[in-house]
């Protein structure tokens, strides 16, 4: 497939981006009821985006001014390609067993930075700013994961799961995950859900610090799901989010790091209407 997007982000900024994708996937269902499935995908994009980086007149704190203001192109084309399985055990009257693996390769091919600082309306004005943007380089990551899905009894269902990755750069990391599941009346389920993940840091946010560490998020939600009244559907979700080693940059020249700790909870609140058909 291939997919292209144009957009004016505002007056001042172009964005285009195109998308190469393929996906083949195999299903086969097995004499005992159990599943399995195997993909192979490959995905490319091609990003390029035209904005104005200093408005005229603009002073900067190193004292230089841009009368006519400036402008930048970025470029930047990667691609991610592998293959993933999953195992899905026959369903019993007390739990089912999932096992699912994944090897992807995730490459960049190609990023550059041009700015036109004397003349930022003329395109042919821009040349290439060296150490602005990534080095091309190429990762890999190999995953891991197994989740059971236990009945404790005809209304309730513990769910269980563990993932382990492993990054060519940033190591191994484990992320477990805990869902109890409990239909409460014949309109409202609840659901009570515990999780670990993580964030590796991009191509652009290892340019400047080759030692940042990936972000880690732990969330823990209470959810509450069912019916308001005839074809309106809610959903009131109450979370508590923590993430660890968060990714930030003040400016552009400071680069990414990691700043510690960020909390924050809330609550959702979700409506969905269904409109029956004639």
Request: hydrophobic share 35%.
């Amino acid at each position: 497939g291939y997919l292209c997007y144009y957009g004016n982000v505002n007056d001042q900024t172009f964005f285009h981006r195109t998308n190469d994708l393929v996906s083949v996937k195999y299903n086969k269902e097995f004499p005992n009821r159990s599943e399995g499935s195997i993909n192979v995908f490959f995905n490319r994009f091609y990003d390029q985006e035209i904005t104005q980086a200093a408005r005229p007149g603009a002073a900067f704190l190193n004292g230089v001014t841009y009368p006519l203001g400036a402008t930048e192109e970025d470029i930047s084309k990667d691609e991610i390609y592998g293959l993933n399985f999953q195992w899905n055990q026959a369903p019993d009257s007390k739990h089912r067993l999932s096992v699912m693996g994944e090897i992807t390769s995730i490459r960049l091919l190609e990023s550059a930075v041009y700015g036109s600082y004397d003349f930022p309306d003329d395109p042919t004005h821009r040349v290439f700013l060296p150490g602005w943007y990534p080095t091309p380089e190429r990762f890999v990551n190999k995953s891991l994961s197994i989740q059971d899905d236990f009945r404790l009894g005809p209304k309730t269902k513990l769910v269980l799961s563990l993932r382990m990755d492993d990054h060519s750069l940033f190591g191994s990391t484990w992320s477990p995950h805990l869902g109890l599941i409990h239909r409460l009346n014949d309109g409202w389920t609840g659901k009570l859900l515990f999780g670990q993940a993580f964030r590796n840091p991009n191509f652009y946010e290892i340019t400047s610090n080759r030692d940042i560490n990936r972000e880690k998020i732990q969330s823990t939600e209470l959810q509450f799901i069912g019916e308001l009244g005839r074809n309106l559907i809610a959903k009131i979700n109450f979370f508590i989010n923590e993430i660890k080693d968060r990714i930030s940059s003040s400016a552009i020249i400071a680069g990414f790091q990691n700043i510690g700790k960020t909390g924050y909870d809330g609550m959702e609140i979700e409506l969905k209407k269904r409109f029956p058909g004639d």
